[in-house]
Each structure stands twice: as C-alpha cells, then as structure tokens.
C-alpha cells in the first residue's frame, strides 16, 4: 500500500519557468517531509524538507509547499534550469515509526534548453 | 573522497548465488540503510540499524540479511539469489545527534544487481 504517491511520472518544463512537482501522502502521523534528486547512475541527494509545523520552506530556486489538510505537498523550482533534470522523489516520515522514510515513485523532470 | 560508498557498483550473478552488498560511510553517522528501486517505484526499505547492536527488518527483509560490522560498515547479503532481486541497490546513513531530524538521509551512489 502506497503511503506516499507521485502521481506524474514525468514533467517537462522550459528553461527559466516554473516546475511544480506533487506528492501526496495517505499517512496522517507524517510530520516531516523532504525531496530528493537523484540523477542516472548515483544516489538520491537530499535537496529539501519541511516540518509539519510549517506550511512552507525556501532554499534558493527550491521552495516547498506543504498542505496539511489535503495531505499534499509540491516542491517549486524556479526558475528551471537544465541542470535540474533529473528524477524527484518525495518522502515522508514520523516520530512514530522510528523516523524511516516512505518514498513516492519519482518524477522524472526534464528542463528543455 | 564520497561519505557513502558501495561495493561493488554492479554485479552480475546466477539464481541461487550468495551475493554480498557492501556499504561504508565516513559520515560518523550511527544510523544506516539498505533500501531497493525496482524501475517506475520508489525506494523500499529493506533494514536497518541503530547502531552496531540494533538491527530492523524493513518492508521488504524476506530474502535478504545483513550485518553491522561496525558503525562505518554495513553490509547486505542474498543468501540465494533469485531474478526477481534483480533491482538498484541503495545503502543510506543519517544522524540522530545532528540537532535536526534524523530522518534525512543521505544515500550512496548505489548498486545494480542482475540476477540471472
């Protein structure tokens, strides 16, 4: 059973606009959430997370969005950039499950120069 | 020099093969973990540890162990290997002590085994 979801397998922006990139979650006890980066033939780097005690969380192009009453969350990248295509997985996690993560599908993302 | 490296990056091997996954991280991390991508899923947890002493099965364990050597080192073994273990391979780490979440884990560059 799927407890976190990425319902877009793939997304394809132009270079300098907008990426919005979704996830939802059926688990209701997650309280921390974080994106990762994984490019071909190397392992997933941390890119962001969010609390559940916050609606919203920045770092440079990257911002996340987090809706708690929708179970939801987007990750923004703006502006887009070549450099930036790769696959995002979502994850989710809780206090109360020893804190391991539970991972969506992933989203390929790809920036056209 | 990479803070989580694995051994070896691909493997090739036959159905019923022991077959051993390592995994070693410079990071002073005391958590550690094996996970598995199988193409269009997510990561699926296989186990984990806490620490040299404390080891969890994950999601999907049946199949699979491993050892916590030290807390530099973990490795994964498939006691028997069969086709449908053919998959990515990912060894992670995070830290408890870090002042944030241990959640966020940071992963190494992964191994691709085929079971034949």
């Known amino acids: 059973d799927q407890q976190v979801k990425q319902n877009s397998p793939s997304l394809s922006v132009q270079e300098g606009r907008i990426s919005i990139l979704n996830c939802d979650y059926t688990n209701s006890m997650f309280d921390y959430f974080l994106w990762y980066k994984k490019y071909p033939a190397e392992g997933p780097t941390f890119l962001i997370s969010?609390?559940?005690?916050?609606d919203k969380n920045e770092d440079g192009r990257f911002t996340v969005f987090l809706n708690k009453s929708a179970k939801h969350l987007s990750l923004h990248i703006v502006p887009s950039q070549p450099g930036d295509s790769a696959v995002y997985f979502c994850a989710a996690s809780s206090q109360t499950g020893a804190n391991n993560l539970f991972f969506g599908t992933g989203t390929r993302l790809t920036v056209i120069p | 020099d990479a803070d989580v490296t694995q051994t070896p990056r691909n493997r090739i091997t036959k159905t019923g093969k022991r077959i051993m996954l390592e995994c070693s991280q410079t990071k002073g991390h005391d958590r550690m973990y094996w996970y598995r991508q199988d193409p269009g899923l997510g990561l699926q947890l296989i186990y984990y540890?806490?620490?040299?002493?404390?080891?969890n099965k994950g999601e999907i364990s049946d199949g699979y162990s491993v050892s916590r050597q030290a807390q530099a080192k973990f490795s994964l073994s498939l006691e028997s290997a069969i086709p449908n273990q053919t998959a990515l391979y990912f060894c992670?780490?995070?830290?408890?002590?870090?002042?944030?979440?241990?959640?966020?884990?940071?992963f190494g560059p992964g191994t691709r085994l085929t079971v034949l």
């Open positions: 992670a780490t995070s830290d408890p002590a870090s002042g944030g979440r241990s959640d966020t884990q940071y």
């Open positions: 540890s806490f620490d040299v002493k404390d080891i």
């Open positions: 969010i609390s559940s005690i916050k």
